[in-house]
């Protein structure tokens, strides 16, 4: 099972398309992001093979505003623990994909 929680672990932290999104929707004004990263710990991950989903708590985002016209003008890095859901599909006995994933978020930065 905890091999399981760490390759859920780094589908979840490599799901650009819904990491990016987060910070679409962030409003930084007439500020910019160019750097975003994920972490998140295995034992973090809670897996319901009955249900086939899975939850977690606690992923760390990472990303940078960048202020200023010139790059280093005014540099801040911020990091906001998120939590999430999503369902998972069974490849074989040691193997799961996630299938769609779900952050329970609403930050405003």
């Known amino acids: 099972m905890e091999t399981l929680?760490?390759?859920l672990a780094e589908q979840i932290t490599n799901e650009h398309s819904v990491w990016s999104t987060l910070l679409a929707n962030?409003?930084?004004g007439n500020?910019?992001?160019s750097f975003w990263n994920v972490t998140l710990k295995p034992e973090e991950?809670?897996?319901n093979r009955d249900e086939n989903t899975?939850?977690?708590e606690q992923a760390n985002?990472?990303?940078d505003v960048e202020?200023?016209?010139s790059f280093g003008d005014d540099h801040s890095l911020y990091t906001k623990q998120v939590s999430?859901?999503?369902t998972f599909q069974t490849i074989d006995s040691k193997t799961i994909q996630l299938k769609t994933l779900t952050l329970d978020t609403d930050y405003k930065y």
């Open 5 to 7: 929680k760490h390759d």
């Open 26 to 28: 962030t409003n930084f």
């Open 31 to 33: 500020y910019a992001s």
């Open 45 to 47: 991950v809670t897996i």
């Open 54 to 56: 899975i939850t977690f």
């Open 61 to 63: 985002f990472q990303f």
């Open 67 to 69: 202020a200023g016209l």
């Open 84 to 86: 999430g859901h999503g």
